[in-house]
């Protein structure tokens, strides 16, 4: 049966590193019988320039359609301005929201080869393995009621809304431990459950669901000091599950342990294994159209979703161990360059694992 990979380049450097991620697949499909087809569609500031939307129907007719989407990245200062409704990020809000995409696992892997990328001592993130699990489809990012409203005394308030329902709670939860299950069987609830009501039930569920995995030890955590335990001893956690917004925060801070953002994937899955894969990295508008980018986060993302998605874990192993190689050569685009590297360009690693895999 032949796959349909849905390729959302959105914008900034979004089609460039999409345009290497590609050209991965593509080898596979030529050179490993990888039986997909590409389909390109608009996501973002791209598909309000096009179509006038962020998610316009087009999308999402083909996105429903899908085996799986690829995705690049989306936004920019160009449409800062424009109205909350019409920004890029809603677009990619409204593709989670609508696919029911509510588990996003962000894995912080650390490549050997980056040790001294990293931000931290060599011998703090050495062997990092971190997987993040954050929830996707709640929280204050869709709570209501929201606004921007004028009281009576005439001065203005932003108000946003914690949300969190038992269901909510108890499905992430499980998707948590049964990854948990594949990996140390250590997982580490984050929440604010001092402060937060929505902590709170968060708290009580996750312990009830517990009981069902006995063979995995859970641990609760406040997200300030989890923020801190990252930074100070990151190797004591194994799977991470929090809400959307500390899952928003501390997979960025996760990130950057491994070296670079540059390097990180994700996937974003509904109860049926159906996903969204994309690098964690924003559209870097900067960088965006020089070549300069590093495409490795997004083709690991293709690696997840051939094992996530497309059930072909042989073929994702062959893309991490490509990667790996390539590292192994000495090639690092500008991210992950340290002292006396010269960096190379985003085709140029594009194409490089290309050839790891032709090997
Ligand atoms: C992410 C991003 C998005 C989020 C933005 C672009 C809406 O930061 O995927 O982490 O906040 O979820
Ligand atoms: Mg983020």
């Known amino acids: 049966m032949t796959h349909k990979i849905l390729v959302l380049p959105g914008d900034g450097i979004g089609p460039e590193i999409v345009a290497e991620a590609a050209k991965v697949l593509e080898c596979l499909r030529q050179?490993?019988?990888?039986?997909?087809?590409?389909?390109?569609?608009?996501?973002?500031?791209?598909?309000?320039?096009?179509?006038?939307?962020?998610?316009?129907?087009?999308?999402?007719?083909?996105?429903?359609?899908?085996?799986?989407?690829?995705?690049?990245?989306?936004?920019?200062?160009?449409?800062?301005?424009?109205?909350?409704?019409?920004?890029?990020?809603?677009?990619?809000?409204?593709i989670r929201a609508d696919l029911e995409l509510f588990a996003n696992l962000r894995p912080a892997l650390l490549y050997p080869q980056l040790a001294s990328a990293?931000?931290?001592?060599?011998?703090?993130?050495?062997?990092?393995?971190?997987?993040?699990?954050?929830?996707?489809?709640?929280?204050?990012?869709?709570?209501?009621?929201?606004?921007?409203?004028?009281?009576?005394?005439?001065?203005?308030?932003?108000?946003?809304?914690?949300?969190?329902?038992?269901?909510?709670?108890?499905r992430i939860t499980r998707v948590a431990f049964e990854a948990a299950r594949k990996r140390h069987r250590k997982l580490c609830s984050v929440d604010k459950a001092n402060v937060l009501e929505a902590s709170e039930l968060w708290r009580e569920?996750?312990?009830?669901?517990?009981?069902?995995?006995?063979?995995?030890?859970?641990?609760?955590?406040?997200?300030?000091?989890?923020?801190?335990?990252?930074?100070?001893?990151?190797k004591q956690f194994d799977v991470i599950v929090t809400g959307n917004l500390f899952g928003d925060i501390l997979s960025d801070c996760a990130a950057m342990l491994t070296g670079s953002i540059g390097m990180l994937p994700s996937a974003s899955l509904d109860r049926q294994g159906k996903g969204l894969y994309e690098p964690i990295h924003g559209s870097a508008p900067d960088i965006a159209g020089k070549g300069l980018a590093n495409p490795l986060a997004t083709i690991l993302s293709a690696a997840m979703l051939l094992r996530y998605?497309?059930?072909?874990?042989?073929?994702?192993?062959?893309?991490?161990?490509?990667?790996?190689r390539v590292?192994?050569?000495?090639?690092?685009?500008?991210?992950?360059?340290?002292?006396?590297?010269?960096?190379?360009?985003?085709?140029?690693?594009?194409?490089?694992?290309?050839a790891a895999l032709m090997e």
């Not at 500031?45 to 690829?70: F, H, K, N, S």
């Not at 569920?205 to 990151?234: C, F, I, K, W």
């Open 309 to 324: 998605s497309l059930n072909q874990p042989q073929l994702a192993g062959r893309i991490e161990d490509a990667v790996g």
């Open 118 to 170: 990293s931000a931290l001592k060599p011998e703090i993130v050495a062997g990092l393995d971190i997987l993040i699990v954050r929830e996707l489809n709640g929280d204050i990012y869709f709570g209501q009621p929201r606004g921007i409203r004028t009281l009576d005394s005439g001065e203005r308030e932003g108000f946003n809304t914690m949300r969190y329902s038992e269901p909510e709670i108890e």
């Open 31 to 94: 050179e490993h019988g990888l039986d997909v087809v590409l389909e390109y569609g608009l996501l973002g500031g791209c598909a309000v320039d096009e179509l006038g939307e962020p998610y316009p129907e087009a999308t999402r007719r083909q996105a429903r359609e899908a085996d799986a989407i690829l995705l690049g990245a989306v936004g920019g200062p160009r449409w800062e301005r424009i109205e909350r409704p019409l920004r890029p990020e809603r677009g990619l809000l409204a």
């Open 327 to 354: 590292l192994d050569q000495g090639l690092r685009t500008l991210d992950i360059t340290t002292s006396g590297m010269t960096p190379v360009g985003t085709q140029a690693m594009g194409d490089a694992v290309v």
């Open 205 to 234: 569920v996750t312990g009830r669901v517990a009981g069902d995995y006995p063979d995995v030890e859970l641990s609760h955590m406040y997200v300030d000091n989890a923020a801190m335990q990252l930074v100070r001893t990151p």
